[in-house]
């Protein structure tokens, strides 16, 4: 079992470039999340999808944020422009029923 | 919105005591999680327990689950320096698929 892959580890992009964040959630699992960690503000979650469909994005903070699932083993998140206050950790998580199995994370810093 | 409300917000102990966490919650839940984060690293799950079971353990690892406080507590026993990292209790409401909600997390510090 290879775990919940995200590319890239790091990213460091200028402000106002276009951020694409890249997750393989664990085989057989129909529900993936994407959140957002900083200090201020702990673990966010900004969307969820069940069975590739997304349920809840009440949490994708504005317009310049979105994210598809265009199959079960893939699942983006992008942002553009990107702005400095963007900058955080961002996890994908993936389950089956409980519990969720987290990848190590994209730390994005926005100059 | 946060759901979990950890206590204490830090925890700093020697090696070889135990440790003890709480998490208070407002809404019904249909259970509750707690999950350990190592630095520069994802979430792990560490333990489940449902709305109807009051305690539960792993290992070293003892959960209790008060449903008419809304609270929780996970006991770290013979705490070693591994155990260094921030725990993350989580809520699993009653209506929404797997989704959960995360605490702000204690981080604890196991002084060797």
């Known amino acids: 079992d290879a775990g919940v892959i995200q590319s890239p580890r790091h990213e460091v992009t200028e402000m106002g470039q276009e951020v694409t964040l890249r997750c393989k959630p664990i085989?057989?699992?129909?529900?993936l999340f994407w959140y957002r960690q900083t200090m201020m503000r702990g673990l966010e979650l900004l969307i969820y999808?069940?069975?590739?469909?997304?349920?809840?994005d009440s949490g994708m903070p504005e317009d310049r944020f979105s994210a598809k699932m265009p199959n079960a083993s893939f699942s983006t998140l992008k942002i553009q422009p990107s702005e400095p206050r963007d900058s955080a950790v961002y996890f994908c998580?993936?389950?089956?029923?409980?519990?969720?199995?987290f990848g190590d994370g994209t730390r994005l810093s926005i100059l | 919105s946060q759901q979990g409300e950890e206590d204490p917000q830090a925890l700093s102990i020697q090696e070889g005591e135990n440790a003890t966490m709480n998490c208070s919650y407002k809404?019904?839940?249909?259970?509750l999680q707690w999950y350990r984060q190592n630095s520069g690293r994802g979430l792990v799950h560490l333990i489940l327990?449902?709305?109807?079971?009051r305690e539960k353990h792993s290992g070293r690892l003892r959960v209790t689950l008060d449903t008419s406080k809304k609270s929780s507590s996970l006991l770290i026993t013979a705490s070693r320096a591994a155990d260094t990292a921030s725990y993350f209790c989580?809520?699993?409401?009653?209506?929404?698929?797997?989704?959960?909600?995360f605490g702000p997390g204690t981080s604890l510090s196991v002084i060797p």
């Open positions: 998580a993936s389950s089956f029923d409980q519990p969720q199995h």
């Open positions: 085989s057989g699992h129909n529900s």
């Open positions: 999808f069940n069975n590739n469909v997304p349920i809840d």
């Open positions: 809404t019904s839940i249909n259970n």
């Open positions: 327990i449902r709305s109807n079971e």
């Open positions: 989580a809520t699993g409401e009653k209506t929404s698929y797997d989704k959960v909600i």
